[in-house]
């Protein structure tokens, strides 16, 4: 057995049994294992940011690793947005990324590059093997950095002459670290502040925003008059109907300051202390009211669950205390496309189990309220800012989860980073169903440009922030990748769109011109 299918059995045999592929020369050990190796999943994608993006997103509904397969480092480079997004995520991924072999890197052959230099600011680990005997080993290795809570980017480098050479075959598979339960000190300081009756807020991120964890923030909430909010960005919310609503701390700086202006206290769970997404004149970098004070209950890495039970005990939480959300669903829309009319035929149509994938950025900024009532769904944000993650993120929620709707929400110019991904899901038969709102512009930036204390643009400016001249045709675009797609104009039309995008099973575009 060669290295690179000892590594495949380890990969395996640890649990790391999908793995999104765009591979070269020096991966072709790797992909020809992928033959003799039962139980991998392979996925090719066309492009190295669907690669992290989807893994990504299977990571975040399977709470497990899934594997790259990347060809040195310029693919490992093309790869670097979605591994940022990934990694802001805490998600657990294992890259295995191809390198030359060890005789042959002095030479300074065309894709010769510092293959580490590019890794270690996108990873938590990294790790060149050394050798055909030990690459199973680094594979197990690689496996457990990658599922140490909260979740890792572990990235192993693989010479070609450690894949190709003879091995010791695979390596067993690794301890996964558990969860570090909190001490007892944060229980009780917790405890004290909700007694206090000065208004507080828990700011919830992470396993803390899972359906059974919320239920206790709930009941939490209910003994102690305590509020619920969630990040701005989060990986995983799971909402609707029957769950304990939480919405997100607003984008725009000044609406989040405003709305966490009333809290004596913050206890942040998992969460971090918010701050700007960016930095503008005049204004505050922490969104923090004056006054407020912030407490820590637990880390993002540690048990949330067993945080919120323990407090939920020490402030005599009923169980079945928390206020859920009740059912309800707008009525269809007719008239005007715009964010209110969308929200309501999202809100109306959104099937149980739903997948949001949501990089739908100024359209989507006020999807929340009318989506809120819908049956169970899974929300999804980008964390880590970088645009083109909504349609891979989408792919790998739909590897990691065949029976379940994906809808993913895109803006249009976050889109065309990363449209590969429709053919990786054609290719798949993936149920996705993808909304692309088509303003032909990055209207954020407009919003940005005068916040910044930028004023008055003129026609130069002004052609850096519209994508029109020419207007992108989606329906082409996606049909050109093997995916049915429409073109909507009124609310109408989006409400039997989207309708027939949700009856196909496969994937399905929706240009929504506004
Ligand atoms: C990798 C990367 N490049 C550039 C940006 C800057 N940026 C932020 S939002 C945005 C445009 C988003 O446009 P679109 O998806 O159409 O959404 P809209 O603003 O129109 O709602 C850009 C270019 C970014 N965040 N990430």
Known sequence: MNGAESLVRTLVQGGVNVCFTNPGTSEMHFVAALDRVEGMNCLLCLFEGVVSGAADGYARMTGKPASTLLHLGPGLGNAVANLHNA???NVPMVNIVGEHATYHVEYDAPLTADIEGIARP??????TSRGARTVAADGAEAIAAASAPPGQIATLI???NSAWDD???PAPTPVIPERATVAEDAITGAAEILRSGAPTLLLLTGQALYAHTLDLAGRIAAATGAELMAQGANAR?????????VNRIPFVADQALAVLAPYRNIILVGAKEPVAFFAYPGKPSKLEAEGCEFHRLCELAEDAEDALARLADAVGAKPDGAAVQQPGRPDLPTGELNSDSIAAVL???LPEGAIVADESVTTGRGFYPLTAGAPPHDWLNNMGGSIGLGMPLATGAAVACPDRKVICLEGDGSGMYTLQALWTQARAGLDVTTVVFANRSYRILMGELANVGAENPGRKALDMLNIDRPDLDWVKMANGMGVEASRVTDAQSFCHAFAAGL????PYLIEVVL
């Open 237 to 245: 919310l799971q909402r609707g109907a029957g769950r304990v609503p």
């Open 167 to 169: 091995s010791e075959g």
């Open 347 to 349: 809100g109306a149509l």
């Open 87 to 89: 990694r802001k995520a």
């Open 503 to 506: 009856d196909v099973v496969g």
């Open 122 to 127: 996108v990873s938590d680990w990294v790790k």
């Open 158 to 160: 693989l010479p070609a």
